[in-house]
């Protein structure tokens, strides 16, 4: 049997981790994130897909491919932190109700803490779960998480 799926996704700007605001999002780069979730899901017995995109469509079309091995029964969630898209994407809410994945929202930093415009997510109404700052270890806790689902 083949091992279950799962995503994560990061959005605008956290390719930059490491160098952005390391007193907000911390001094570990998108690759130890990368290495940190590889780590997880072997704990659990996990395949991982790990992606970063700038671009909202790239986000889009991956949710969809999860959406794909939801269907076969091959995703054990995704994990989304979808950056400041978070506060405004309508098309990654569609794509989210559209495909019905089991969706983990995350956020490095505690999003209302922070400004207001931070504090509304169009994403969260679609989520199983939202995660947030927990700084990068909120990654690993999110994909324990699924594992308990
Ligand atoms: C973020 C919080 C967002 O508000 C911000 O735009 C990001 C990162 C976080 O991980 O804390 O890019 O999603």
Redesign the pocket.
């Known amino acids: 049997m083949k091992k279950p799926t799962v995503f994560v996704l990061n ?4 390719n930059l981790l490491g160098t952005r605001e390391p007193a ?2 911390g001094s570990q780069t998108l690759a130890d994130v990368e290495q940190l979730c590889a780590a997880a899901c072997e704990r659990h017995g996990f395949a991982l897909r790990f992606h970063q995109s700038n671009y909202e469509g790239a986000l889009v079309d991956w949710i969809h491919e999860a959406g794909r091995l939801q269907a076969a029964g091959e995703l054990a969630g995704v994990v989304l ?4 898209y ?2 405004t994407s309508v098309a990654l809410l569609d794509a989210v109700k559209g495909t019905g994945v089991t969706l983990i929202e ?4 505690n ?1 209302h803490a ?1 400004e207001s415009f ?1 504090h509304h997510s169009y994403i969260a109404g679609a989520a199983k779960a939202v995660l ?1 700052g927990f700084g990068v270890q909120g990654y690993g806790l999110a994909i324990d998480g699924l594992a308990g689902l």
């Open positions: 959005g605008p700007n956290l907000v999002y932190n979808a950056g400041a978070t506060h995350l956020h490095i930093s999003v922070r931070r947030c």
